[in-house]
Each structure stands twice: as C-alpha cells, then as structure tokens.
C-alpha cells in the first residue's frame, strides 16, 4: 500500500478493522512525499489483511482522515455490469454464487419491472458486489403479499459496497430493504438509500432481516412504514448479530404496530455480538408502543456468551407512542424496550452493555417511560458537545457539525 503525503508533516497513520493486529499503524513519509505500508496476505505475519473489511483510514498531522479501499482479490470470476440486464442477470447460476461483480456506471431503473435478485432463505444471492460508487436509480418493486424483496431479496455470506440507491420504491411482505430483504453473513460497506420502503414488517431502508451481517459507513433517508405488526426501522428491521457502526438514518418510521426504532426495529446477539456503535438517528418516529429513537426493542437471549453492545450514538428522532399504557413493550428517548418482555415494574436486561448514548434535548417522546428507568433514556446532547468529548473519538471519528448543535461522523457526514 502506498500513497502521497506531506513530508514536513512527519509521520502518516493507518487505521482498519482490516488490518491485524487490530491497532494503530505509523509510516514516515519521506521526503519525496510518499509513504508505504506492506501488507501480507498469509493471515499469519503481521501487519496482515482480514479479508471481510477492506476499508482503511489514512490520517497525517491534524487533518481529517481519509478513507480509501484496498481491492478486494479473490479467484471469483468478474463480471462487469452496465444495465439493467446485467443486474437481472445475476440470478443466473445458482444465484451467482462465488462471482465478483463490478458495477460499471450509474443504471436507471425507471423503465423497469424488477426482479429481486435472491428469492428466500434457500434460495440466496452469494458474490462480490463492488458499486464503484455508482448510482442505481428508481428501483421499483411492488410485491404486498411476497416475502423477501429489495435489489437483493436474499443474500449470504458476501461483500456489497460503495453503492447508492436513489428514490427507490420497495413494497413487500415480510423481508423488506431497498438493498436487502434478508442478509446473512454479508457486509455493506459505504452503501446508502434514499426513497421508501413498506411492507407488513421485519422492513428497513438498507435491510429488512440482518443476520450475523455488518452495516458499516452508511445512510439512509425517506420514509419506512409498517403495515402490519412486525418490526421496522431506519436502518435494518431486525437485526440479529453483526455491527452497525458509523451510519446514519434520516428517515421517518411509521408503524401502526409495536418495535419501531429509528435506526434498528429490533437487534439481539447472534453468533456473534451485536454491536451499534458511532451512529445517529433523525427523522421521527410513530408506533403503538416499543418505539425508541435508536432501537425499538433489544433482547438478551444468554443462549452463548455474546450480548448486544451500544455505545457513543446519538438520536435528535421526536417519537409518538400512541398506547398510554403499554402492555407489551417499554419505549424510551434513544432505546425503547431492553429486557425479554414487559414485567410490572419494568426491569431493564442488565446484560445489555450500553454506554454513552444521547438525545437531543426537547426533543419529544410522547408516552416514553421516566427518565429513571435504566436504558429507556440518556443523557442531554450538550454534554458530548461541550464537557464529555474526550469519552468520544473527535480524532478519527467524529467531529463538530457546522451548526454547533450535535456531532457528526468525520466519514460518513450528514451535513
């Protein structure tokens, strides 16, 4: 790995969940103004790269990092797409099972009766999809009573990354993202949606269900609406394991039933922990009750020793919990119900690690619970803002928004 750099700033950082050992990596730049970093790809000598996450941060002096990716090499054979065929086309071939595809330019989609590419839980896309940060446009799926839609309606153990969807329209059933109705064991990397999603529940703006799977420097924005009694969120409906880390929704969730959150419906751990971490919510929310402005509901099964863990996020979500008397779900500012189920009086799952989360102050929470019960509030914004940023990463992951009224991702901005 190589790069340009300034020689009178002295050394250059690198930063990756990449890399191994996890840690932070200097390099002199030298005088000519180029530094170099040698990685190795035996899985053995470090530094060495853990192929899964190929993104890296690269910070010299006091500026702001910066992101690039190393390309992802692998014997799958690589198929380049141009239009509309080509996506469909991906369903050839046991769902395109162990192919590397790289989007080639921006497709419009207006025109076009699509065809979720990966249709249930046996029946799965697997591959590579490198978007090249290109734009697919107007996807449109109108399927109410069906399960498992969106571009991909079902995808296992694979990459999607650097690909925006833009005023995408995705009616479903249950299973329902404009990317993903169902992933398991796949990473979306620096993906975002804008448009509307809707479908009877388990729905979200990037994924419907998410299992074991990772969202990771992503957005969305629009409106995601429940029409039944199944969970929904800005981000994912569910999710079951994996890390959700430096993303963002701006999305307004509309749900006439119980499990609505502004960035997760529902999360639980999996096979592995599931993680929320350095993310925000906009937008509002409205539910019957287990609405939160972060996650709706999470549940601790103790079924192995992994947990759901949640630390330095933040909502600025005004919520509207229409039940006054909940029967089956707490709701709160930032996280709604934290336990296995409603008990009188409500006791939070003490095995739910959760730390530093913020909301933003007046904004509302009709029907929430007092703000003395554990997990279901969270302290005032202004405190990250003006006397607790050092518990915060203002280095390589967050910095001041230009309006001086809540932190921003460095990244993966909301300006």
Same mark, same amino acid.
């Given at each position: 790995?190589?790069?340009?750099?300034?020689?009178?700033?002295?050394?250059?950082?690198?930063?990756?969940?990449?890399?191994?050992?996890?840690?932070?990596?200097?390099?002199?730049?030298?005088?000519?103004?180029?530094?170099?970093?040698?990685?190795?790809?035996?899985?053995?000598?470090?530094?060495?790269?853990?192929?899964?996450?190929?993104?890296?941060?690269?910070?010299?002096?006091?500026?702001?990092?910066?992101?690039?990716?190393?390309? #992802?090499?692998?014997? #799958?054979?690589?198929?380049?797409?141009?239009?509309?065929?080509?996506?469909?086309?991906?369903?050839?071939?046991?769902?395109?099972?162990?192919?590397?595809?790289?989007?080639?330019?921006?497709?419009?989609?207006?025109?076009?009766? #699509?065809?979720?590419?990966?249709?249930?839980?046996?029946?799965?896309?697997?591959?590579?999809?490198?978007?090249?940060?290109?734009?697919?446009?107007?996807?449109?799926?109108?399927?109410?009573?069906?399960? #498992?839609?969106?571009?991909?309606?079902?995808?296992?153990?694979?990459?999607?990354?650097?690909?925006?969807?833009?005023?995408?329209?995705?009616?479903?059933?249950?299973?329902?993202?404009?990317?993903?109705?169902?992933?398991?064991?796949?990473?979306?990397?620096?993906?975002?949606?804008?448009?509307?999603?809707?479908?009877?529940?388990?729905?979200?703006?990037?994924?419907?269900?998410?299992?074991?799977?990772?969202?990771?420097?992503?957005?969305?924005?629009?409106?995601?609406?429940?029409?039944?009694?199944?969970?929904?969120?800005?981000?994912?409906?569910?999710?079951?394991?994996?890390?959700?880390?430096?993303?963002?929704?701006?999305?307004?969730?509309?749900? =006439?039933?119980?499990?609505?959150?502004?960035?997760?419906? =529902?999360?639980?751990?999996?096979?592995?922990?599931?993680?929320?971490?350095?993310?925000? =919510?906009?937008?509002?929310?409205?539910?019957?009750?287990?609405?939160?402005?972060?996650?709706?509901?999470?549940?601790?099964?103790?079924?192995?020793?992994?947990?759901?863990?949640?630390?330095?996020?933040?909502?600025?979500?005004?919520?509207?919990?229409?039940?006054?008397?909940?029967?089956?779900?707490?709701?709160?500012?930032?996280?709604?119900?934290?336990?296995?189920?409603?008990?009188?009086?409500?006791?939070?799952?003490?095995?739910?690690?959760?730390?530093?989360?913020?909301?933003?102050?007046?904004?509302?929470?009709?029907?929430?619970?007092?703000?003395?019960?554990?997990?279901?509030?969270?302290?005032?914004?202004?405190?990250?803002?003006?006397?607790?940023?050092?518990?915060?990463?203002?280095?390589?992951?967050?910095?001041?928004?230009?309006?001086?009224?809540?932190?921003?991702?460095?990244?993966?901005?909301?300006?």
């Amino acid at each position: 790995m190589t790069g340009i750099c300034e020689a009178l700033l002295g050394d250059v950082s690198i930063k990756s969940s990449a890399l191994r050992p996890l840690q932070l990596y200097t390099t002199p730049c030298s005088a000519e103004g180029t530094f170099s970093l040698t990685i190795n790809t035996d899985g053995v000598t470090a530094p060495y790269f853990a192929v899964g996450d190929p993104l890296i941060q690269i910070k010299q002096g006091s500026h702001s990092p910066v992101m690039t990716r190393i390309m #992802y090499i692998s014997s #799958y054979p690589l198929v380049k797409i141009y239009n509309a065929a080509d996506l469909q086309n991906m369903t050839v071939g046991n769902y395109a099972a162990s192919k590397a595809y790289v989007l080639m330019n921006d497709i419009d989609l207006s025109a076009v009766n #699509y065809t979720p590419v990966g249709s249930g839980a046996m029946n799965f896309w697997r591959g590579l999809f490198f978007g090249e940060g290109h734009t697919i446009s107007h996807l449109w799926i109108n399927s109410g009573g069906q399960d #498992y839609k969106g571009l991909f309606g079902s995808a296992k153990d694979g990459f999607i990354q650097d690909l925006h969807l833009e005023n995408a329209t995705v009616v479903g059933y249950l299973y329902v993202g404009a990317l993903v109705g169902r992933a398991v064991g796949v990473t979306m990397s620096r993906v975002s949606v804008t448009g509307s999603v809707s479908g009877f529940g388990v729905a979200g703006m990037i994924a419907g269900y998410s299992m074991d799977s990772d969202i990771k420097y992503s957005w969305a924005s629009g409106v995601a609406t429940s029409l039944g009694s199944e969970v929904i969120g800005g981000l994912i409906g569910h999710s079951e394991g994996g890390d959700i880390v430096n993303s963002w929704s701006d999305v307004n969730v509309i749900s =006439s039933a119980n499990v609505v959150g502004g960035l997760i419906g =529902s999360m639980d751990e999996g096979s592995t922990d599931a993680v929320l971490e350095n993310s925000f =919510s906009m937008g509002s929310i409205t539910g019957l009750e287990g609405a939160g402005g972060l996650v709706g509901s999470i549940w601790e099964y103790n079924l192995n020793s992994n947990t759901p863990i949640l630390k330095n996020s933040f909502t600025l979500a005004n919520i509207v919990v229409s039940n006054s008397n909940p029967t089956g779900y707490a709701s709160g500012s930032a996280i709604g119900h934290a336990g296995s189920l409603l008990v009188s009086p409500y006791v939070a799952d003490p095995g739910i690690q959760i730390s530093g989360l913020y909301h933003l102050s007046g904004a509302t929470c009709t029907y929430c619970n007092p703000a003395a019960v554990a997990h279901s509030s969270a302290a005032n914004l202004s405190t990250i803002l003006n006397w607790s940023k050092a518990t915060w990463d203002y280095t390589w992951t967050w910095k001041t928004h230009s309006s001086g009224a809540r932190p921003d991702l460095l990244v993966n901005p909301k300006n």
